[in-house]
């Protein structure tokens, strides 16, 4: 490992703390003294994706990072979620336990997590991958994002926490208090009209 300041290439390690997907080193140069960082992750080889035309190549973390960055470009996303983007398709990617995978299945887990993280990286990435020839594919594209969108956050078939006989009576419940408090209103307000007439009166 080279020295970034010096360019000696032996250094010590002097501390090693776990990261997600590798390991995280603070080394000490043997040379200079001076002391920096390295990053080492595990490379899983022998995995090759297949395109769309039937070439074949070797998955690229590299490649893939670039790509995900490329549309993330200028957008408000959180420090290190594109990396961690990244880690977690390549996760589901060797998951897979194949030594060949079709790019469509590594674009599709790319889309659907930047779905959830950023809407106009989202249409970025789609609109290269998936190749859109017109204006009318992105705006099916924005027309599924919308429905997507617009879809309640609890599921339907949720059960309620209460039966519909203990809504409907805890319903009924509460327009009757009101209904009280209503009139508990009007009386003290009744009374205290009066009250004044008559003091006025004297």
């Known amino acids: 490992m080279k020295c970034p300041y010096c360019g000696f290439e032996d250094s010590k390690v002097t501390d090693s703390r776990a990261m997600e997907g590798g390991i995280r080193r603070r080394r000490e140069c043997l040379s200079c003294g001076q002391r920096f960082t390295t990053a080492e992750r595990v490379e899983l080889a022998g995995l090759v994706v297949v395109k769309k035309d039937g070439r074949r190549e070797e998955f690229s973390r590299d490649k893939l990072l670039l790509g995900v960055r490329k549309a993330c470009e200028k957008r408000p996303i959180p420090q290190g979620a594109v990396e961690a983007l990244v880690d977690d398709v390549e996760t589901q990617v060797h998951a897979q336990g194949k030594a060949e ?30 190749a859109f020839r017109d204006v009318d594919d992105l705006k099916e594209e924005l027309a599924v994002l919308e429905r997507n969108r617009s879809q309640p956050a609890v599921a339907t078939a949720q059960l309620p926490l209460l039966p519909a006989e203990a809504l409907e009576g805890l319903s009924t419940r509460l327009q009757r208090r009101r209904a009280r408090r209503s009139q508990a209103r009007a009386s003290k307000a009744t009374a205290a009209s009066g009250d004044g007439r008559g003091r006025r009166t004297r």
């Open 101 to 130: 995978v079709p790019t469509t299945f590594v674009g599709e887990l790319v889309i659907d997590r930047l779905r959830d993280l950023d809407e106009v990286a989202y249409i970025r990435f789609a609109s290269v991958y998936r």
